[in-house]
Nanobody, 123 residues
Framework: VQLHASGGGLVQAGGSLRLSCVVSGLTFSAYDAGWFRQAPGKEREFVAIIPWRGDRKVYSRSVRGRFTISRNQAKDTVYLQMASLKPEDTAVYYC?????????????????WGQGTLVTVSS
Protein backbone atom coordinates (compact mmCIF):
# COMPACT_ATOMS: atom_id res chain seq x y z
CA VAL A 1 0.00 0.00 0.00
CA GLN A 2 1.30 3.43 -0.93
CA LEU A 3 -0.04 6.93 -0.50
CA HIS A 4 1.60 9.76 -2.40
CA ALA A 5 0.67 13.33 -1.49
CA SER A 6 1.40 16.30 -3.70
CA GLY A 7 0.27 19.84 -4.42
CA GLY A 8 1.87 21.76 -1.59
CA GLY A 9 3.61 25.06 -2.11
CA LEU A 10 3.83 28.71 -1.19
CA VAL A 11 0.66 30.79 -1.31
CA GLN A 12 -0.38 34.17 0.00
CA ALA A 13 -2.96 34.55 2.74
CA GLY A 14 -6.44 34.43 1.28
CA GLY A 15 -5.33 32.22 -1.56
CA SER A 16 -6.23 28.66 -2.51
CA LEU A 17 -4.41 25.40 -3.04
CA ARG A 18 -5.44 21.85 -3.86
CA LEU A 19 -3.65 18.86 -2.44
CA SER A 20 -3.84 15.41 -4.03
CA CYS A 21 -3.14 11.98 -2.64
CA VAL A 22 -2.88 8.97 -4.92
CA VAL A 23 -3.62 5.70 -3.14
CA SER A 24 -2.38 2.40 -4.50
CA GLY A 25 -2.71 -1.13 -3.17
CA LEU A 26 -6.08 -0.61 -1.48
CA THR A 27 -9.56 -1.32 -2.78
CA PHE A 28 -11.49 1.94 -3.00
CA SER A 29 -14.34 0.74 -0.80
CA ALA A 30 -12.01 -0.68 1.85
CA TYR A 31 -10.88 2.56 3.46
CA ASP A 32 -11.81 6.01 4.60
CA ALA A 33 -9.35 8.72 3.57
CA GLY A 34 -8.16 11.54 5.76
CA TRP A 35 -5.83 14.48 5.91
CA PHE A 36 -3.73 15.55 8.88
CA ARG A 37 -1.25 18.37 9.26
CA GLN A 38 1.74 19.16 11.42
CA ALA A 39 2.91 22.72 11.94
CA PRO A 40 6.48 23.46 13.06
CA GLY A 41 6.89 22.65 16.72
CA LYS A 42 3.38 21.27 17.07
CA GLU A 43 1.75 17.86 17.15
CA ARG A 44 0.11 16.35 14.12
CA GLU A 45 -3.58 17.20 14.03
CA PHE A 46 -6.65 15.98 12.23
CA VAL A 47 -7.94 18.07 9.33
CA ALA A 48 -10.64 16.13 7.48
CA ILE A 49 -11.89 12.68 6.52
CA ILE A 50 -14.11 11.29 3.78
CA PRO A 51 -15.67 7.81 4.03
CA TRP A 52 -15.41 5.56 1.01
CA ARG A 53 -19.07 6.28 0.15
CA GLY A 54 -18.27 9.99 0.03
CA ASP A 55 -20.90 10.94 2.59
CA ARG A 56 -20.57 12.09 6.22
CA LYS A 57 -17.41 14.08 5.72
CA VAL A 58 -15.88 15.40 8.92
CA TYR A 59 -13.76 18.53 9.28
CA SER A 60 -11.82 20.02 12.15
CA ARG A 61 -13.23 23.21 13.55
CA SER A 62 -10.25 25.21 12.33
CA VAL A 63 -10.82 24.41 8.64
CA ARG A 64 -14.58 23.89 8.44
CA GLY A 65 -16.09 26.11 5.79
CA ARG A 66 -12.72 26.76 4.10
CA PHE A 67 -11.47 23.29 3.16
CA THR A 68 -13.25 20.63 1.14
CA ILE A 69 -12.27 16.97 1.00
CA SER A 70 -13.25 14.78 -1.94
CA ARG A 71 -12.19 11.59 -3.68
CA ASN A 72 -12.20 10.21 -7.20
CA GLN A 73 -12.63 6.46 -7.51
CA ALA A 74 -11.49 6.27 -11.11
CA LYS A 75 -8.21 7.96 -10.23
CA ASP A 76 -7.77 6.43 -6.76
CA THR A 77 -7.12 9.95 -5.57
CA VAL A 78 -8.18 11.97 -2.55
CA TYR A 79 -8.21 15.75 -2.71
CA LEU A 80 -8.11 18.55 -0.19
CA GLN A 81 -9.25 21.84 -1.67
CA MET A 82 -8.09 24.65 0.59
CA ALA A 83 -9.46 28.18 0.31
CA SER A 84 -9.16 31.40 2.31
CA LEU A 85 -5.81 30.19 3.54
CA LYS A 86 -4.30 31.73 6.65
CA PRO A 87 -0.70 31.82 7.89
CA GLU A 88 -1.72 29.43 10.66
CA ASP A 89 -2.54 26.83 7.99
CA THR A 90 1.19 26.53 7.32
CA ALA A 91 2.16 22.90 7.93
CA VAL A 92 3.19 19.64 6.38
CA TYR A 93 0.00 17.96 5.22
CA TYR A 94 -0.30 14.18 5.33
CA CYS A 95 -2.88 11.94 3.73
CA UNK A 96 -3.84 8.73 5.50
CA UNK A 97 -6.10 5.72 5.08
CA UNK A 98 -8.24 4.12 7.77
CA UNK A 99 -9.70 0.61 7.45
CA UNK A 100 -11.56 0.49 10.76
CA UNK A 101 -14.51 2.19 12.43
CA UNK A 102 -12.54 3.82 15.23
CA UNK A 103 -12.48 7.54 15.96
CA UNK A 104 -11.63 9.56 12.86
CA UNK A 105 -9.49 12.20 14.55
CA UNK A 106 -6.97 9.89 16.21
CA UNK A 107 -3.63 9.29 14.51
CA UNK A 108 -3.36 5.79 15.95
CA UNK A 109 -6.50 4.70 14.10
CA UNK A 110 -5.00 5.20 10.65
CA UNK A 111 -3.29 2.26 9.01
CA UNK A 112 -1.39 3.85 6.14
CA TRP A 113 0.28 7.23 5.67
CA GLY A 114 1.68 9.28 2.84
CA GLN A 115 4.96 11.15 2.98
CA GLY A 116 3.58 14.66 3.48
CA THR A 117 3.55 17.81 1.39
CA LEU A 118 4.50 21.26 2.69
CA VAL A 119 2.06 24.15 2.55
CA THR A 120 3.37 27.60 3.41
CA VAL A 121 0.98 30.53 3.69
CA SER A 122 2.59 33.96 3.74
CA SER A 123 0.97 36.97 5.36
Amino acid sequence: VQLHASGGGLVQAGGSLRLSCVVSGLTFSAYDAGWFRQAPGKEREFVAIIPWRGDRKVYSRSVRGRFTISRNQAKDTVYLQMASLKPEDTAVYYCAAKTNAADVDQIRNYDYWGQGTLVTVSS
